[in-house]
């Protein structure tokens, strides 16, 4: 995590990004949904901004991002989310966008 926090204190978030999906283990999952969603929030500047680093990540780490995604929805169901619904749906339609729909079907079996 310490790489992460480092790219996000250099402001260089898409990379921070990119380089936090590998990073996910079960222990970890809770610290990386936060670090994951403040970063979607810090990059939710209109879709221009998004689309491009969605098709900079490679299929697998989208099935992670999708996941975070989802997670990030359960947490604003129980309020303790720090964004709101629309930066997570602009981000879930890109990722849709590059990876089909298939993508929550193979993230809901997974």
Not at 62 to 70: A, M, S
Not at 72 to 93: M, R
């Amino acid at each position: 995590m310490a790489a992460v926090n480092s790219l996000i204190a250099q402001e260089k978030y898409s990379e921070a990004l990119i380089s936090l999906l590998p990073e996910v283990v079960p222990h970890s999952l809770e610290e990386c949904t936060d670090l994951t969603i403040s970063i979607l929030s810090i990059l939710k500047q209109g879709r221009s901004r998004i689309s491009p680093i969605v098709e900079d990540i490679e299929m697998g780490k989208l099935h992670i991002l999708v996941g975070f995604i989802y997670f990030g929805f359960e947490l604003i169901a129980t309020n303790k989310c720090p964004v709101s619904a629309s930066v997570l749906y602009k981000w879930h339609d890109e990722i849709v966008k590059v990876g089909g729909e298939g993508i929550i079907t193979r993230f809901a079996f997974s």
